[in-house]
Nanobody, 122 residues
Framework: QVQLVESGGGLVQPGASLRLSCAAS????????VGWSRQAPGKQRESVTS???????NVRASVKGRFTISRDNAKNTVYLQMNSLKPEDTAVYYC????????????????WGQGTQVTVSS
């Protein structure tokens, strides 16, 4: 079993930056693809970005050029750097992991964190 704990959410103004972290435990982190999904109020959860064990990334079009995912296998941690934040980025952000990168891309990972709230508002 893999446990995931997100941190770094908060309230920021439009145009600001924020970095989310997700610490993993309970498994061999380097064997898992990991990603970030988000769910805004009244909307379905959507996959935002993911990174494979080999470092291949997949990024949602609406955040491309603004959000960057990275992983540090030595620290069992995945990061989401979010720049130029917009009000429409407001959501609960979930870290997720799976042995299959495709499942992470599709948002059907086996392992999920509890989520961290990101609010972008002036």
């Amino acid at each position: 079993q893999v446990q995931l704990v997100e941190s770094g959410g908060g309230l920021v103004q439009p145009g600001a930056s924020l970095r989310l972290s997700c610490a993993a435990s309970g498994g061999v982190f380097s064997r898992y693809a990991v990603g970030w999904s988000r769910q805004a109020p009244g909307k379905q959860r959507e996959s935002v970005t993911s990174i494979s064990t080999g470092g291949t990334t997949n990024v949602r079009a609406s955040v491309k050029g603004r959000f960057t995912i990275s992983r540090d296998n030595a620290k069992n941690t995945v990061y989401l750097q979010m720049n130029s934040l917009k009000p429409e980025d407001t959501a609960v952000y979930y870290c997720n992991a799976d042995l299959s990168h495709l499942k992470v891309i599709m948002g059907t990972s086996d392992y999920w964190g509890q989520g961290t709230q990101v609010t972008v508002s002036s």
